[in-house]
């Protein structure tokens, strides 16, 4: 059984900084390309930033500069340290991986920046 476990979420001023985590079972944590999405409320889920096996990041344009993504594999877990958040940056944040062509996604920790 696949599961995703996403923690670290709260409310942060503007400037600030959160650090999000990733807690995966039920794969080989190890060969997962694993990605960062936000939701935030009346818009699409949107990619924010991957991380595949070998270590490789791509960021969203909208984060570059501020988010970074990295992963222990040793923990099984994936991270997304968010600095400089802004306002906009509010959404719900949820990771997800593709095991064996079906996708699986966390419950999502919500985040939220205040001006």
């Known amino acids: 059984q696949v599961q995703l476990v996403e923690s670290g979420g709260g409310l942060e001023q503007l400037g600030g900084s959160l650090r999000l985590s990733c807690a995966a079972s039920g794969i080989i944590f190890s060969m997962c390309t694993m990605a960062w999405y936000r939701q935030a409320p009346g818009h699409q889920r949107e990619l924010v930033a991957t991380i595949t096996r070998e270590g490789r990041t791509n960021l969203a344009d909208s984060v570059k500069g501020r988010f970074t993504i990295f992963r222990d594999n040793a923990k099984n877990t994936v991270y997304l340290q968010m600095d400089s958040l802004k306002p906009e940056d509010t959404a719900v944040y949820y990771c997800?991986?593709?095991?064996?062509?079906?996708?699986?996604w966390g419950q999502g920790t919500q985040v939220t920046v205040s001006s």
């Open positions: 997800g991986t593709n095991w064996f062509g079906v996708e699986y």
